[in-house]
């Protein structure tokens, strides 16, 4: 009784959604990598990597220039994603937790409208996918090679690069298994290039004869800023491991794979102890070894969103689908000496985000709206033609796609991270950011930020407390109360 009441209760808050005409909604293939930070797409003008089939997305659709997520961190981020709702509302708030799959999301309102709901690849939410007619899913964060998936119909274990895998589970979904008659949201996943960076046979030796430029913060020594950016625990002087750094032998490797791997790495290892490197000379060391393995990763995702692109046009399914490329949050390349995200600092806070709609996104155009990761459901619903629930948090941003939106499409955006303790030892905050500020309040630690981002882009010394942004301070403080409220954050 309480199962049929359930269900009686989930179709009454799916049933407002209004459906438009078959022929009218769009195929909607959602692709969304694990890290990929910004700085690692050509078409955001990358100098260290050339991503050409990802490039294509924003050469023949929109590349957004700020767009950015609620939570910098890899299950807070797809929750939000799929409910449109921030992490203290849809429950999600750090990794470790359980996705509660009973709650409506973008999967059930899109099937409950006649599309074929599918997601392939990293799902990481500690619960079976729901609101999906397929999925085919990563345990947990995923191995690089050799995984065992879970599917609709059971365990499945595959041998080979798991970047591939995905990607050949996708195709066979497009190929053999979808309706033809029915629109599709396809929800196309990939783990990498989420640590330990692991990458494919076919980019192993990628990179071998460059050097990679550092970011001038290689050496950031924090002094512009309050303690929780000297406390962390994610430097790439002190924190990567001989495991991360490809100085130990690799998991989950057969025996083929495992003499690949060592004639690929075993000379460079070799190389490498005969240096004896100290000082900053090994963190140069590392940092080169770290961001070659990451973009190793990335070629291999670029390869495989070619793969799946390519499909697309063979098949005549390009012209009446929305292509959508992002990442579940922005990521570290050296950036302040770092690795991994959880800041609200733009290189982890700032996620790309590349859209193509035949028909209605102008090719080659770009966007400085702020939008957010809160948005992404709102707007795939929106663009299906259907009704945006009320109680989503986000909103679409079709008119942004399409060219009609007049003036800002929003003026401010909030920023909560919750994990700590936690992996990497970033302290729980939340802020808010403007066109030209942001506001960072390290509410356990007693302490606030404040940078003026057109004056110092790269976020190395705090203002707050300055006599000149008293005014600035006071309105970003009234502002991030505004938005607490209308997010119905409790303290």
């Not at 078959?22 to 959602?30: A, E, H």
């Not at 996943?189 to 001038?216: S, Y």
């Not at 590349?354 to 080659?364: A, E």
């Amino acid at each position: 009784m309480l199962r049929v009441f359930a269900g009686l209760l989930l179709a009454a808050t799916l049933a407002p959604l209004g459906v438009a005409a078959d022929g009218d909604r769009p195929n909607i293939l959602y692709i969304m990598s694990d890290d990929h930070g910004y700085q690692a797409l050509s078409c955001y003008g990358s100098e260290i990597i050339d991503t050409p089939h990802m490039d294509r997305i924003a050469k023949e659709g929109m590349r957004f220039d700020r767009a950015f997520v609620t939570n910098s961190i890899c299950g807070p981020s797809r929750a939000v994603m799929l409910t449109g709702k921030h992490s203290h509302i849809n429950g999600f708030t750090r990794n470790g937790k359980r996705f509660d799959g009973s709650q409506p999301h973008l999967g059930k309102y899109m099937r409950q409208a006649g599309y074929q709901t599918a997601v392939i690849g990293k799902w990481h939410l500690g619960t079976d996918p729901t609101g999906f007619d397929y999925y085919h899913v990563l345990r947990g964060q995923g191995p690089y090679y050799n995984p065992n998936m879970l599917t609709s119909n059971g365990p499945v274990q595959h041998t080979g690069y798991t970047t591939d895998i995905i990607t050949d589970v996708t195709l066979n979904w497009l190929k053999e298994q979808r309706n033809e008659d029915e629109p599709f949201m396809l929800i196309y996943q990939h783990k990498a290039p989420h640590r330990n960076w692991m990458p494919g046979p076919d980019h192993l030796n990628d990179f071998d004869d460059v050097t990679i430029p550092e970011p001038d913060t290689l050496f950031d020594d924090y002094s512009g800023r309050t303690s929780p950016a000297r406390n962390q625990t994610m430097t790439i002087a002190e924190h990567l491991s001989p495991h991360d750094l490809k100085l130990v032998p690799q998991r989950r490797l057969n025996e083929e794979q495992t003499k690949v791997w060592n004639e690929a790495y075993e000379e460079k290892n070799r190389k490498f102890r005969e240096a004896n490197l100290t000082g900053k000379d090994l963190v140069r060391w590392k940092y080169q070894r770290y961001v070659k393995d990451y973009l190793r990763c990335v070629q291999s995702v670029d390869d495989n969103v070619g793969r799946v692109l390519d499909y697309l046009d063979e098949s005549g399914l390009a012209e009446n689908t929305i292509v959508v490329y992002t990442s579940d949050q922005g990521w570290y390349l050296g950036e302040h000496g770092w690795y991994d995200k959880r800041w609200m600092y733009e290189e982890s806070f700032r996620t790309p985000l590349m859209v193509r709609w035949p028909g209605k996104i102008q090719p080659g155009s770009t966007s400085d709206q702020m939008v957010m990761n809160l948005d992404f459901a709102p707007t795939l619903l929106d663009a299906a033609g259907l009704e945006v629930p009320e109680d989503m948090q986000g909103k679409s941003f079709v008119p942004v796609l399409d060219g009609s939106q007049e003036g800002s499409f929003r003026d401010a955006v909030y920023y909560h991270y919750y994990e700590f303790p936690g992996p990497h030892s970033v302290a729980k905050h939340y802020g808010v950011r403007t066109d030209r500020y942001k506001l960072i309040h390290f509410y356990d630690v007693g302490t606030w930020e404040l940078f003026d981002l057109e004056k110092d882009p790269k976020e190395l010394t705090s203002v707050y407390d300055a006599p000149q942004y008293a005014e600035v301070q006071a309105d970003l403080k009234e502002k991030l109360k505004e938005l607490r409220e209308q997010y119905q954050v409790i303290d």
